[in-house]
């Protein structure tokens, strides 16, 4: 959001020239999408034939409208040229070398709770997400490269959580006391999200192998100075 209108030229016009230069060099494409493109879902759990509830003109338009129309691109340019594309939708995914100031409500709290600060709830923390730990997507999008399906596909973790839980397992894991203090919601934030992953499952077997426990686990260890691969 510090930079919308970039954001929205990197995933506009940055793909479409991807796009061209991999028909030039008669490429597959693969596009790396976001539930984002969901928007705040009346759908639950959310499957990869939901159009989504996206506001346009609201705080988030900047990324969730620049990553559909890279979606709408890539699927035009494999219609019209042929070029043969892979597309996933991420679910909110961390793990190890994130940045502790990247904004994100992980790294937020494990930052917070290393410098004895108050845990940041925006809302009510009763919101939802579902998070996957980074090697679980990253084997998702290998799997992904060797098949040849060319539909979009939702990689996540299905273990749904509200943002009060995340903080209470954080703070049991990190043996911490920290006080909850409870901030504004931001305008557009999603009410829940949980992808539907059938269609991961029966196309490449794929689903996720480690819980949020543990990746929550080992990602503090690695920010503890202890990482474990
Ligand atoms: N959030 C929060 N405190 C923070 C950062 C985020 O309560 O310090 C909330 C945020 O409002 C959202 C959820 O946690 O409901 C996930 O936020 P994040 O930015 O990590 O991901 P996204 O909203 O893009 O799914």
């Known amino acids: 959001m510090s930079y919308p209108i970039e954001t929205m030229r990197v995933n506009s016009e940055g793909t479409m020239h ?20 969901y928007g705040n879902p009346t759908v639950h759990p959310q499957p990869e034939s939901y159009y ?3 506001n346009s003109v609201g705080a988030r338009s900047c990324y969730n409208e620049a990553k559909r129309y890279a979606e709408a691109i890539t699927y ?20 190890p070398k994130m940045d502790l100031n990247d904004g994100r409500v992980i790294t937020n709290f494990i930052n917070e709770i290393m410098s004895k600060q108050n845990l940041t ?19 998702g999008i290998v799997r992904l490269l060797s098949t040849t399906y060319e539909q979009p596909v939702n990689l996540g973790n299905p273990e749904e959580v ?6 209470q397992i954080l703070k049991e894991l990190m043996k911490s006391n920290a006080q909850l ?3 504004p919601l931001p305008e557009d934030d999603p009410r829940r999200r949980k992808p539907d992953i059938t269609i991961s499952r029966t196309i490449m077997d794929w689903e996720p192998a ?14 503890q100075g202890q990482y474990i691969h």
Request: hydrophobic share 45%.
């Open 18 to 37: 991807l796009l061209y230069l991999a028909k030039e060099k008669q490429a597959a494409f693969f596009l790396a999408s976001t539930s984002e493109i």
């Open 52 to 54: 989504g509830n996206v």
């Open 76 to 95: 035009w340019m494999n219609r019209k040229y042929g070029i043969p594309v892979r597309v996933i939708r991420i679910f909110n995914t961390f793990g």
């Open 121 to 139: 709830i925006y809302g009510d923390g009763r919101q939802t997400r579902s998070f996957q730990y980074i090697d679980d997507l990253l084997e």
């Open 162 to 167: 509200t943002i009060l839980e995340v903080a």
């Open 181 to 183: 203090e409870f901030l």
């Open 210 to 223: 480690i819980s949020l426990h543990d990746a929550l686990a080992r990602t503090i260890h690695y920010y």
